[in-house]
């Protein structure tokens, strides 16, 4: 089985600033198969990434994703007051399994 | 737009079986992978398995003894079972439906949840 392991756990940064989470694999990930999302608090989590870089619908482009092999990034360049919440990355194997890495928490400073 | 509710008991006992169900509105459930993926309080996601239109399934290997998904095209809806239930289990419980394509392998559209509680 494929472990994500997710960096920071907490981010604290200002509306304005730019945020750079990390999602590391233990196994090296197919491109097609790295996914990011968002859940705010009592919410189901929202698709934002797929792909590794695509983004979902309605997702606004100071979202973006990169990365290859078993290192991933979710950027998001300039933060909204909306955008702190959860973020988790997550992945599919061939078994079929589909792993999710334990989240980042990013909170307003 | 496509909706998806998930409905069951929210309280279940200890060794008895958990059954929710997910109800697609607004769009069909042929063409597409449906999942059920759970997180308990104040933690993590956990896939436990999907489901094809046709019917075939897959299964987390850590669930798979006590996990059952089935579909009724002819309702759009699909259903979880997870027998022998302890307080482990206690979660919410999401369905959710995969993309198409690339994305097939995320879960592009969520239900808002149930929480399932194990307590006798």
């Known amino acids: 089985e494929i472990v994500l392991t997710q960096s920071p756990g907490t981010l604290s940064l200002s509306p304005g600033e730019r945020a750079t989470l990390s999602c590391r694999a233990s196994q090296s990930v197919s491109s097609s198969y790295l996914a990011w999302y968002q859940q705010k608090g009592g919410q189901a989590p929202r698709l934002l990434i797929y792909g590794v870089s695509s983004r979902a619908t309605g997702i606004p482009d100071r979202f973006s994703g990169s990365g290859s092999g078993t290192d991933f990034t979710l950027t998001i360049s300039r933060l909204e007051p909306e955008d702190f919440a959860v973020y988790y990355c997550q992945q599919f194997a061939s078994s079929p399994m589909y792993t999710f890495g334990q989240g980042t928490k990013l909170e307003i400073k | 737009q496509v909706q998806l509710q998930e409905s069951g008991p929210g309280l279940v006992k200890p060794s008895e079986t958990l059954s929710l169900r997910c109800t697609v509105s607004?769009?069909?459930?042929?063409?597409?992978?449906w999942s059920w993926i759970r997180q308990p309080p104040g933690k993590g996601l956990e896939w436990i398995g999907h489901?094809?239109?046709?019917?075939?399934?897959s299964y987390n290997p850590s669930l798979k003894s006590r996990v059952t998904i089935s579909v009724d095209t002819s309702k759009n809806q699909f259903s979880l079972n997870l027998s022998s239930v302890t307080a482990q289990d206690t979660a919410v419980y999401y369905c959710?439906?995969?993309?198409?394509?690339?994305?097939?392998?995320?879960?592009?559209?969520w239900g808002p949840g149930t929480l399932v509680t194990v307590s006798s």
């Open positions: 959710a439906r995969h993309g198409h394509g690339s994305g097939a392998f995320s879960f592009e559209l």
């Open positions: 607004g769009g069909s459930i042929s063409s597409y992978y």
């Open positions: 489901i094809y239109h046709s019917g075939s399934t």
